[in-house]
């Protein structure tokens, strides 16, 4: 299984600035996706980084607030914007390659106060 | 959209007891995969089932895939208190999409 690292961890930001996720995987995939998953709820996917193209992205989620990045078939950005409390979630990089296993990183933790 | 109903959304059970979790879909699902996942932690994956019927095993763990694509279950025989922790449900309704989750079952175990 693919293995798969998030920076930062961990943070805590102000209300109106934003930060920039980063997900690195040992090895190339075809699909990489981002989810969040607010306190207590299960997981909801953001969008679908497409390497080389603009995100897709689900309903209730847009590029301007959730800009996304993914420069290689190792490599995605997340950046959440102009953030307010309610934005305080786990998020969550995910990929899978030519199957329907899907393998998930450990999350960054973001509190927005 | 495409939903997941799972079940139970909680339970609490002794140590050595069995527990038995089920996900239920409003349509059909070609994969059904299970995950646990620890506080602070990401989800790891448990079980990932690919066909109608099939019944899987990993350890104390037993998934099955439901006959008519719009269920599956998941067993774990003689719990102990790592297995703490929340159990989610997800599936694939079509190919290359990313998962559907349900929205977890809350494990406790008592010692």
């Known amino acids: 299984s693919a293995v798969i690292s998030q920076k930062p961890s961990r943070d805590i930001c102000q209300r109106g600035t934003s930060l920039t996720i980063q997900c690195q995987v040992d090895?190339?995939?075809?699909?990489m996706f981002w989810y969040r998953q607010q306190p207590g709820q299960s997981l909801t996917l953001i969008a679908t980084?497409?390497?080389?193209?603009?995100?897709?992205?689900e309903s209730g989620f847009v590029i301007d607030k959730f800009p996304i990045s993914r420069p290689n078939l190792t490599f995605s950005t997340l950046t959440v914007s102009n953030m307010s409390p309610e934005d305080s979630s786990i998020y969550l990089c995910s990929v899978y390659d030519f199957s329907y296993e899907q393998y998930f990183g450990p999350g960054t933790r973001l509190t927005v106060t | 959209g495409q939903q997941l109903n799972q079940s139970p959304q909680s339970m609490f059970i002794q140590e050595g007891e069995d527990v038995s979790m089920n996900c239920t879909s409003s349509s059909i699902f070609n994969t059904w995969l299970w995950y646990k996942q620890d506080p602070g932690e990401g989800p790891v994956l448990l079980i990932a089932?690919?066909?109608?019927?099939e019944l899987t095993s990993n350890g104390r763990l037993t998934a099955q895939f439901g006959i008519t694509r719009k269920d599956s279950f998941l067993n774990i025989s003689a719990s102990i208190p790592s297995d703490v922790g929340i159990y989610f449900c997800?599936?694939?309704?079509?190919?290359?999409?990313?998962?559907?989750f349900g929205k977890g079952t809350t494990l406790s175990v008592s010692s």
């Open positions: 980084a497409n390497q080389g193209s603009e995100a897709t992205y």
């Open positions: 997800a599936g694939h309704g079509q190919a290359g999409t990313a998962l559907i």
């Open positions: 089932l690919y066909k109608a019927g």
């Open positions: 090895s190339q995939v075809t699909m």
